[in-house]
């Protein structure tokens, strides 16, 4: 049977597991906000953000006099359990709450304030020796301290991200290498373009994911800028003098990342441009991931009726009634993954416009949204590598055929045989079926021999 204890707030008294770490106002929370299902502690990136935040907050109240030895040390202790990951399953606020933060805020204060009091050698809830509010929460409001989480918990997970990306765009490189030598047709409009390289494409999705790291970079830098000891809206009230500039210094040489205190705390405050500029570089990632993840679908239609130029790995079974039918399942999730992340985006900016005055109250919801597109497109990109791009093949005489087939190559004649002769051969061949070669031979438009070398498709490959 539970046993439980009781603890009092503004509200009233709250029973509380009594083997729980945290307190009333996560009890409270637990209740009130049954949303999307998905806690806090299902991101350890965040509650480890939260502890270091904790963490740097309690060396710097130290610092400047206002947290004495005997609570620096139990709650430096607390915050380090909770930064390693020990607490995760006692973070069980929503990730969509009422509070603009307040109860992720007060979360963290209940753990850490009771894992202190049992290393002090007390009973949890027992206040008076350590408290949330009065020496975890010191100097701090939810207002600087839970931005501020968020902030570090997307920097640290924007490296993972960028990981992530980087392993798939190796992947997709060493394709490119592997087809160096399988001739294809290039397409523009879904029409038959001019000759190129299977790897040449392949290369193309490299390049242009690679593009995405400077991008995801230098979005996320302008999370380093932080709002600690701007308390309530940015006046400093309740912080001491230089608590804003020591606490950014702390945290900065805690985690390695090169936090700095906003030039101005109460513009700061309610400021969330950088949660937008960053989903938007999120989404921009996402279209072009979704953009590459078409075109293996398109390239690898068929087999027998669709382009077939290349083999995806089969994945599963692809229908209940079509016996053999094998989809590309790998593309079609990662796709979806994609117009999620740019769902996402468009609530961060709802969001975001949405502060008013001195506060933006809608930033747990900016807060899930980032959080979610980072983590769901890690999944997505590691599944597409894994299960899809590392497996490729390519179907070598499919895309050769297709090139000796194709109007497509008349389009090398043109500095040879000029403009009008090229459309003439290419609409005879269209209306005749006649392959190009054997019509400018008929027309004696070019010698075998001048022709052979203008149509060779590796000559019609410049880089």
């Given at each position: ?203 193309a999705f490299a390049a242009n994911l690679e ?205 040879h045989i000029g403009y009008k002769n090229s ?41």
């Amino acid at each position: 049977m539970t046993k439980f204890r009781t603890e009092s707030d503004l509200i009233g008294d709250l029973q509380v597991p009594a083997d729980a770490y945290y307190g009333v106002q996560t009890q409270r929370a637990i209740e009130n906000f049954r949303i999307t299902g998905t806690k806090m502690g299902d991101y350890p990136a965040f509650v480890k953000a939260i502890g270091y935040v904790k963490l740097a907050a309690a060396q710097t109240n130290h610092a400047l006099g206002l947290l004495p030895d005997t609570l620096l040390k139990p709650i430096s202790e607390a915050c380090k359990e909770v930064i390693a990951g020990k607490f995760d399953s006692q973070f069980l606020v929503d990730m969509i709450q009422g509070g603009a933060g307040t109860s992720v805020n007060m979360n963290a204060n209940e753990v850490i304030a009771n894992r202190a009091l049992e290393l002090m050698g007390y009973e949890k809830g027992d206040y008076l020796h350590c408290s949330p509010n009065d020496h975890v929460n010191q100097s701090q409001s939810t207002n600087d301290a839970y931005p501020t989480t968020v902030k570090l918990a997307v920097i640290m997970m924007n490296k993972t991200l960028i990981e992530k990306l980087q392993l798939l765009i190796k992947a997709f490189r060493k394709k490119g290498q592997e087809f160096a030598d399988v001739i294809k047709m290039g397409r523009t409009q879904l029409q038959d373009a001019v000759p190129m390289t299977l790897g040449q494409e392949f290369e193309a999705f490299a390049a242009n994911l690679e593009e995405e790291i400077a991008r995801l970079q230098s979005n996320a830098n302008l999370f380093l800028e932080i709002n600690m000891g701007g308390t309530a809206i940015g006046t400093g009230l309740n912080a001491p003098k230089g608590y804003a500039k020591l606490c950014a210094e702390n945290l900065a040489k805690l985690t390695g990342d090169a936090f700095v205190t906003a030039a101005n705390l109460v513009e700061a405050t309610p400021d969330t441009g950088s949660y937008v500029i960053y989903s938007s570089a999120l989404k921009r990632m996402a279209v072009k991931l979704s953009k590459i993840c078409n075109d293996l679908r398109l390239l690898s239609s068929g087999p027998r009726a669709g382009l077939n130029e290349i083999n995806l790995p089969a994945m599963q079974p692809g229908s209940s009634i079509m016996p053999g039918k094998v989809n590309p399942v790998i593309p079609e999730v990662v796709n979806q993954v994609c117009y999620k992340v740019i769902g996402n985006d468009l609530t961060v900016t709802f969001a975001a416009e949405a502060g008013q005055l001195q506060l933006n109250v809608m930033e747990p919801v900016l807060c899930q949204s980032i959080i979610e597109s980072i983590v769901f497109l890690e999944r997505a990109i590691d599944t597409l590598r894994t299960k899809c791009v590392e497996g490729i093949t390519a179907n070598r005489e499919v895309c050769l055929n297709m090139v000796k087939n194709s109007i497509g190559i008349v389009t090398a004649l043109n500095p040879h045989i000029g403009y009008k002769n090229s459309t003439k051969i290419a609409k005879e061949a269209l209306q005749t079926g006649k392959s190009v070669y054997d019509l400018v031979l008929a027309h004696g438009l070019l010698s075998k021999e001048k022709l052979d070398e203008v149509l060779d498709p590796k000559n019609m490959l410049h880089n």
